[in-house]
């Protein structure tokens, strides 16, 4: 991996001259030695990248200690108004059965977002256009194994994973945790009408702008996630009062290859031993749909 050690607006402007770079930040998140599944040593460390616009994401990657070659691949897409920090522990669990596994932060994802952008511009479609370029560096980097790369995505992070995966050829399997098929007819039951849309509104916990629901207001998400053929896993509680469990059976339904997972009692967001089971299941399908690179 090359480390870019240019500073300031110059790297802004390198990232912008060539389609977009990345920077292992050393000064927000150096190198750490921990302590995963089983006392399994790895390491994780902050990998950021830049986007066209020389806008940056900024993640981590997790990685067995002392791992080389190119392993498999996971990617991790927090929830609306979350951060990096929500997929750490299933980061740890998977670079505990020596895979690479990258969680970030999505641009405007959250008022505590280390990427740049803000929540008034966040929307499904910024952050599709995140996961795709997140994809595209960590693919063609020397520690990637382009055959087994897999996406995890936890509610509105569950609609961007599928959303992201339709169009692409290079995700070998996807985990979708509670995954937020509901924007839209929430959006729509909220404003009836396009013009209804607010500039800007107090939605959950953040500000949001227009953006937010006019990008996708007139899309269906059933229309697009089935064109993705891999393997999927959906996982879901029955008391889910965020989105309602008939929206993963009817994406179920969607796949050509999926499991769902339900999860008695659960709300949305899984705890406890729910959140372990969750880790366990997530680990177990990608270890069984790991391509062989013979």
Same mark, same amino acid.
């Given at each position: ?64 200690e002392g791992a ?112 937020? =098929? ?6 729509? %039951?909220?404003?009836? $009408?396009?013009?209804? #849309?607010?500039?800007? +509104?107090? @939605? ?58 339900? =999860?008695e009692g659960a709300?949305?967001?899984? %705890?406890?031993?729910? $959140?372990?089971?969750? #880790?366990?299941?997530? +680990?177990? @399908? ?9």
């Open positions: 991996m090359n480390k870019l050690k240019i500073t300031g607006i110059a790297l802004i402007a390198a990232a912008i001259l060539t389609g977009g770079g990345y920077l292992v930040l050393k000064n927000i998140s150096p190198r750490q030695r921990i302590s995963g599944e089983a006392g399994v040593k790895i390491v994780h460390e902050a990998l950021s990248f830049y986007n066209k616009k020389g806008q940056k994401i900024n993640g981590r990657i997790y990685r067995p080389t070659g190119k392993l498999p691949t996971v990617v991790f897409c927090h929830g609306f108004g979350s951060t990096m920090s929500s997929g750490e522990d299933f980061c740890k669990a998977f670079a505990s059965k020596g895979w690479n596994a990258y969680t970030f932060d999505f641009r405007g994802g959250s008022a505590k977002s280390t990427s740049d952008g803000s929540t008034m511009d966040m929307s499904v479609l910024t952050e599709i256009d995140d996961a795709d370029l997140v994809l595209d560096k960590l693919g063609k980097e020397d520690f990637t194994d382009k055959k087994n790369i897999f996406l995890v995505g936890q509610s509105q992070g569950g609609e961007v994973a599928a959303l992201t995966a339709a169009s692409r050829k290079d995700v070998r399997g996807m985990v979708l945790l509670f995954p937020a =098929f509901s924007i839209q007819d929430d959006a729509r %039951t909220a404003y009836p $009408r396009i013009k209804d #849309i607010p500039d800007s +509104t107090a @939605f959950g916990f953040i500000m949001v702008g227009k953006a937010y629901f006019k990008d996708t207001w007139k899309m269906d998400p059933y229309k697009t996630i089935g064109k993705y053929k891999g393997p999927v896993l959906i996982m879901h509680g029955t008391m889910d009062q965020m989105v309602n469990y008939s929206y993963s059976v009817r994406a179920k339904a969607s796949y050509k290859d999926a499991v769902l997972e339900t =999860f709300g949305h967001g899984f %705890t406890g031993a729910d $959140r372990q089971r969750a #880790i366990t299941l997530a +680990t177990e @399908f990608i270890d069984n749909n790991i391509r062989s690179r013979k």
